[in-house]
Structures are given as C-alpha cells and as structure tokens.
C-alpha cells in the first residue's frame, strides 16, 4: 500500500478513475445489448432507434479514453452494419 502523501494521492485518484470508466464501460455495454436484442427480435424500427442511441454513448466513451477510437469506431461501424443488413 502506499506509504507517502503522493501515492496516497494517486490511490485516490486512481480508485475514482477506475469508477467512473466503469460507469462508461457498463453503460456503452448496455447500449450495444439493446442493439443486439433488437436485432435478434428482427425489429428493423427498434434496432436503428438502439442504434442512434448507442453511437454518441460510445463515441462518448471513446473520447473520455475508456475505449480506444478505433475499437469504437469498429463496434459502431459492426452494428450498423448488422441493422442495415436487417
């Protein structure tokens, strides 16, 4: 465990970090999940409704660091890609 002022500092930042990505990371899951279920029930108006829903959830998260842009950029263009197909 951290031992100076510094680190203690740090640990706090840290810890405060890694819940607020977690809140990102759960909420772009749930987003992507909503995609999905709609696509499996082949409801075409639900699922580009999930959809623009989900692109600035991700994007958002892409630009807090949480996701790489790219890997973002890859699920956004994988799902819209699936709903255009549908």
Same mark, same amino acid.
């Given at each position: 465990?951290? $031992?100076?002022?510094?680190?203690? %500092? /740090?640990?706090?930042? $840290?810890?405060? /970090? /890694?819940?607020? $990505? =977690?809140?990102?990371?759960? &909420?772009? /899951? @749930?987003?992507? =999940? #909503?995609? +999905?279920?709609?696509?499996? !029930? %082949? ?9 623009? *829903? ?5 994007? &958002?998260?892409? #630009? %807090? @660091?949480?996701?790489? =842009? &790219? !890997?973002?950029?890859? %699920?956004?263009? +994988? ?5 255009? *197909?549908?």
């Amino acid at each position: 465990m951290a $031992n100076h002022a510094s680190a203690l %500092k /740090r640990a706090r930042q $840290n810890e405060k /970090r /890694r819940m607020r $990505n =977690k809140s990102y990371r759960t &909420r772009v /899951r @749930g987003a992507i =999940k #909503s995609v +999905r279920q709609a696509l499996e !029930a %082949k409801d075409q108006e639900a699922a580009r409704a999930a959809l623009s *829903a989900a692109e600035p959830i991700i994007d &958002r998260a892409a #630009s %807090k @660091g949480v996701l790489p =842009k &790219r !890997a973002a950029s890859r %699920k956004i263009s +994988r799902l819209a890609k699936q709903v255009h *197909a549908l």
